[in-house]
């Protein structure tokens, strides 16, 4: 008898997966905004712009389209006593550049 094998993924040159989990409190705001998109079609190819620190002239902007993949609204409770949640976004395009201006 030969042991169950999962099956390998497949790595297709030039192109890579990135995926990014957005945490953060559980609120009735986050899951009004992040369940309706989570793996449906209202939740591919949306437009992001995000500043790892801030939005402030000068600082680092991340710009361009992700997949909502997932939305889990039972996530783990932080250090504070506060429930969160977690969503998973795949990149599909990502352009660095800094802000400017109120952009």
């Not at 989990?21 to 899951?31: D, F, N, S, W, Y």
């Not at 889990?72 to 802000?99: M, Q, R, W, Y």
Request: net charge neutral.
């Amino acid at each position: 008898m030969k042991p169950y094998k999962a099956p390998r993924a497949v790595s297709i040159a030039g192109h890579t997966q990135e995926l990014w989990t957005i945490r953060g409190p559980l609120t009735a705001e986050a899951v009004a905004f992040f369940q309706p998109m989570s793996n449906t079609t209202l939740g591919k190819a949306k437009n992001y712009i995000w500043g790892p620190y801030n939005n402030t002239d000068g600082a680092l902007k991340f710009e361009g389209t992700l997949d909502v993949l997932d939305f889990i609204e039972h996530g783990p409770v932080n250090a504070d006593g506060v429930p969160e949640f977690s969503c998973t976004v795949s990149i599909l395009t990502k352009t660095a550049g800094t802000f400017a201006g109120g952009s």
